[in-house]
């Protein structure tokens, strides 16, 4: 079965703060995962891919770890803009499969 | 960049209307799929598609169906609309061992 869990939240820090979302999936032999973004009312877009090696893009740093089977989210130096939901997703079934998306965990940064 | 076009932000229907959704996309993107999205279920797939012609169910494909007669075009038809269809639906398409690009969505209200 294909499961993709996420802690919903919110997660409410401050501005500046460092925060961390995990993921966990089940049943999946894919190479790369993803993390998008959404903000409210809009559609969820692109944020990062997930590789073997991990990823990192500014601020934002994505890790993977197979043996133990989830998918973290590191984000640093937290900006009121990064308040969203943020979506894990998994793929399943090769390069033609399909995506399974994490119901998200929301995040609000304060000032 | 990928774009991925839906019809219309908005749609009001009355029950028992058959609807049409469309998406468009401009990428010769083989993979489109269409999604619905509610508060507290995330995402759900409810038809997808790998060419033209070619259609598979998803999770939740009742009530509904799809028709993709050229590549760059999904349809998604409500065939007899009823009130637990409104949603936002959200069309995606996808190049091979990449992430979705989401239309902006069709929020969806059957009165």
């Known amino acids: 079965r294909k499961e993709v869990e996420q802690d919903p939240g919110p997660f409410n820090v401050p501005e500046g703060a460092t925060v961390a979302f995990n993921c966990t999936y089940s049943?999946?032999?894919?190479?790369?995962f993803f993390w998008y973004r959404q903000d409210c009312r809009k559609e969820p877009k692109l944020l990062m891919s997930?590789?073997?090696s991990g990823n990192e893009d500014g601020r934002f740093t994505a890790q993977l770890n197979r043996a133990s089977q989830y998918i973290s989210l590191l984000i640093r130096d937290s900006k009121l803009s990064d308040s969203a939901t943020y979506l894990c997703v998994v793929p399943y079934g090769g390069s033609q499969g399909n995506l399974i998306f994490g119901k998200g965990t929301k995040l609000s940064v304060k000032p | 960049d990928v774009k991925v076009t839906q019809s219309s932000r908005y749609l009001v229907k009355r029950t028992g209307e058959k609807v049409f959704l469309e998406c468009v996309q401009d990428m010769d993107h083989e993979n489109m799929f269409w999604y619905r999205q509610d508060p507290g279920l995330g995402l759900r797939l409810i038809y997808f598609?790998?060419?033209?012609?070619?259609?598979e169910k998803g999770d939740i494909p009742e009530g509904y169906s799809v028709s993709r007669e050229k590549k760059e075009r999904f349809s998604l038809i409500l065939e007899s609309a009823s009130t637990n269809q409104t949603s936002m639906y959200l069309c995606a398409s996808r190049d091979r061992g990449h992430g979705y690009t989401f239309g902006s969505g069709t929020r969806l209200t059957v009165v």
């Open positions: 598609s790998y060419d033209v012609k070619m259609k």
């Open positions: 049943n999946s032999a894919s190479q790369s």
């Open positions: 997930v590789y073997s």
